[in-house]
């Protein structure tokens, strides 16, 4: 059997809520977080989050992955 994986395609506005939702969860990015290595607790946040868009946690986690790395950072200047 074949799986088929489709993506979800996303609007602006939900990546808008995307970031919101995934500031509000601080062990998925804060390291001073004490539930930030906690891997179910982090499992749980990213259903949550999930939850408002009717799509898989996996399929969240593969955007917020994608979009932290496409943003562009600034390297310290010496």
């Known amino acids: 059997m074949d799986y088929v994986w489709e993506?979800?395609?996303w609007t602006i506005e939900e990546i808008g809520?995307?970031?919101?939702?995934?500031?509000?969860h601080r062990n998925l990015?804060?390291?001073r977080n004490f539930d930030?290595?906690?891997r179910i607790k982090k499992m749980d946040s990213y259903k949550e989050?999930?939850?408002l868009f009717d799509t898989s946690s996996e399929?969240?986690?593969?955007k917020v992955k994608k979009y932290h790395?496409?943003?562009p950072t600034r390297k310290k200047e010496l």
């Open 69 to 71: 790395f496409s943003v």
């Open 49 to 51: 989050i999930a939850g």
């Open 59 to 62: 399929e969240v986690e593969r």
């Open 36 to 38: 930030y290595k906690n």
């Open 17 to 24: 809520i995307l970031i919101d939702a995934y500031r509000e």
């Open 7 to 9: 993506k979800k395609v």
């Open 29 to 31: 990015w804060d390291p």
